[in-house]
């Protein structure tokens, strides 16, 4: 595997002679450096404040982009836009929300997956308003930060020269004993309340002037919500143990002295991350605000040097388009399809959790479809989507609830929403492009998704196509139009979404194609590949496809072990795409993403993508 450099290194400070007047007072205002503040409206139309300082001398070579730590605001790190002396890039932090200037005290019920989403809707108003390629972009981020930039660069995939992260907060020392436990059960009786930090100054840096202005900091947050702290536990523990999944180059900083975070799990990151430039660096000594600590020349330096490499390289991402054959989540497939000892631990069990299924398919309506038709049908797609309990007496309706409520139905749920969002964008995209909307969903189950789309829409298609290789989702379907009173805009036919030459001669050409939950039930790359063959020669430049993936699943092993596809009643057996591997496959047949959903668990992701104009 390639390096930028000796991928780890220890470094112990120098007690005497490495003190921070080396480079700089902490929060002293930037002068030599000019910034202005702005304002970006995020996904929920929440302003979110940050501050942006110019190239000097008119010519850039990029951007760095700065995630402060949790409580904290974009002020507490404008010192390291002097510090790493690098006047050829432009500089932007921001004030997360629910800190600094980005506050509403009207909203009480965000999410740590909220913030992940921000970070993409800041990366693209940088991208916009400011004219700097997400190719030109390195994100520096500390603890929490660190923490929404590695979840990002999951869930999002994107093509950015560089990240480095200093103290992610993959698992904060609470000191309570049950303490994550305890608040999950204290959530269910009093909602999401407050969670007073902690933190005291002189556990985050040696600095006394930081120590001092973080005391008198009025901008400074001091509590967090419930919601927002576990939903960092959960977010850190998907990127942890699924790092593979980030392929983009990234440095990690790990504070020899941190009595805030725990860094084994930082340790367990930079094993697992995939990155062909990756590298760590251990600061005996400093404490958890590692870039505002009193001795931080070296990893300011170590920062500085890691971005200037990167930029100097060209932009290298590696090809995944084999990774059906030779990527983790191949092997991952490979341990799930075979077979356990019967009379083993794991054997029984999941002897027992398939007992269980057929038990609950005597009771529960949505287990008897999905023994019956396959858990991953159409018909049980649209059960899950109407998300109503049906069963024999109470403790049948009881089990059906239960069952629709589970973590993987849920995030199917909000798939449909996602998937609705993205038509009725790509429709007002074509509109205002004069352009006709010919919609296509080339294996729609029963298509409620696409026609309750139409129905809540401000714009409205020139037709529908929905196809299906089932024909009891093709009747189904067929009812269903008529029942929502579409029958003059759309049809439902038989259709083969594997076959490139027939989805090539759909005519008239579909101007907008779906492809939803279908490129998941099936491993290999090469028939995706020869589906989006087919959808490149039927959808013309300037089209669209919306497209979803599954790049996580909490549950994969249980629906491995225990649940049956509508393929022969087989094994439902799922090979997960990272969202880089399915981009790309995307990318490879001539279609190029503009935007993309992920629900707050981070299962299922939805992808808006453009047919490219040659």
């Not at 609470?174 to 902690?198: E, H, I, Q």
């Not at 920062?303 to 990167?310: A, D, G, N, P, S």
């Not at 939950?517 to 090469?526: H, I, S, V, W």
Request: aromatic share 10%; hydrophobic share 40%.
């Amino acid at each position: 595997m390639s390096m930028s450099s000796d991928p780890v290194t220890a470094y112990e400070p120098d007690m005497e002679s490495d003190t921070v007047e080396a480079i700089g007072k902490t929060d002293r205002p930037v002068t030599e450096r000019p910034f202005a503040d702005h304002v970006f409206g995020s996904h929920d139309g929440l302003e979110i404040f940050y501050r942006h300082w110019p190239a000097k001398g008119g010519i850039r070579r990029g951007a760095i982009l700065l995630f402060h730590r949790g409580h904290e605001h974009s002020g507490r790190m404008a010192h390291l836009v002097r510090e790493l002396d690098l006047p050829d890039f432009d500089f932007f932090a921001w004030d997360a929300r629910g800190h600094g200037r980005s506050k509403d005290e009207r909203r009480k019920n965000e999410t740590f997956a909220d913030t992940i989403r921000d970070v993409q809707c800041y990366i693209e108003h940088v991208r916009a308003v400011h004219d700097i390629p997400v190719e030109e972009m390195g994100l520096v981020g500390q603890s929490v930060g660190a923490v929404q930039v590695l979840g990002w660069l999951h869930d999002y995939a994107p093509n950015i020269r560089a990240a480095s992260v200093a103290a992610p907060a993959f698992k904060i020392k609470l000191y309570v004993p049950f303490a994550r436990p305890g608040l999950r059960l204290m959530r269910r009786f009093r909602g999401n309340f407050a969670v007073k930090s902690y933190v005291q100054p002189r556990w985050l840096t040696r600095d006394p002037d930081r120590q001092d202005s973080y005391r008198a900091d009025k901008a400074i947050t001091s509590d967090i919500s419930v919601d927002m702290l576990l939903g960092v536990y959960d977010a850190a523990e998907r990127i942890v143990a699924d790092a593979r999944a980030i392929v983009a180059p990234v440095q990690v900083l790990v504070a020899g002295s941190d009595y805030v975070v725990d860094p084994d799990p930082q340790h367990r990151f930079f094993e697992n991350l995939a990155s062909p430039f990756k590298e760590r660096h251990i600061f005996k000594g400093l404490m958890h605000d590692l870039l505002g600590e009193w001795k931080r020349t070296a990893p300011v330096t170590e920062l500085r040097r890691f971005m200037l490499e990167r930029f100097a390289a060209p932009l290298a991402m590696p090809s995944l388009l084999e990774a059906d054959r030779l990527g983790f989540t191949r092997d991952e497939y490979d341990r799930l399809s075979s077979p356990l000892k019967p009379f083993s631990l794991k054997g029984v069990y999941w002897r027992t959790m398939r007992g269980g299924v057929k038990l609950g398919g005597q009771l529960s309506e949505g287990y008897r479809l999905g023994l019956d038709t396959g858990f991953d049908s159409g018909s049980t797609l649209d059960y899950v989507y109407r998300n109503l309990s049906e069963g024999k007496g109470r403790l049948g309706t009881l089990i059906d609830g239960n069952y629709l409520n589970s973590i993987g139905w849920q995030g199917i749920r909000k798939r449909k929403v996602h998937v609705e969002e993205m038509l009725r964008d790509g429709m007002k995209r074509l509109k205002e492009a004069g352009l006709p909307i010919r919609v296509m969903d080339i294996a729609a189950g029963h298509g409620r998704y696409v026609l309750d789309a139409v129905l809540t829409g401000s714009v409205k298609p020139d037709s529908i196509l929905l196809r299906d290789f089932s024909d009891l989702n093709v009747t189904a379907g067929r009812e269903l139009i008529e029942a929502k009173g579409l029958s003059q805009l759309a049809q439902f036919e038989k259709g083969d979404a594997f076959d490139p030459v027939s989805l090539a001669a759909v005519e008239p050409h579909p101007t907008l194609a779906i492809v939803s939950g279908l490129y998941e039930l099936f491993p290999d790359n090469a028939v995706v590949s020869r589906s989006l063959a087919g959808l490149a020669a039927a959808v013309p430049e300037g089209g669209y496809l919306v497209y979803t993936g599954q790049p996580w699943h909490p549950q994969l092993e249980l629906i491995a072990r225990a649940l049956t596809s509508h393929r022969d009643g087989r094994d439902w057996v799922m090979r997960r795409r990272t969202q880089a591997e399915m981009d790309q496959l995307v990318a490879a047949a001539g279609f190029e993403k503009v935007d993309q959903r992920i629900d707050p668990w981070g299962i299922f992701t939805v992808s808006l993508a453009c047919r490219k104009i040659s």
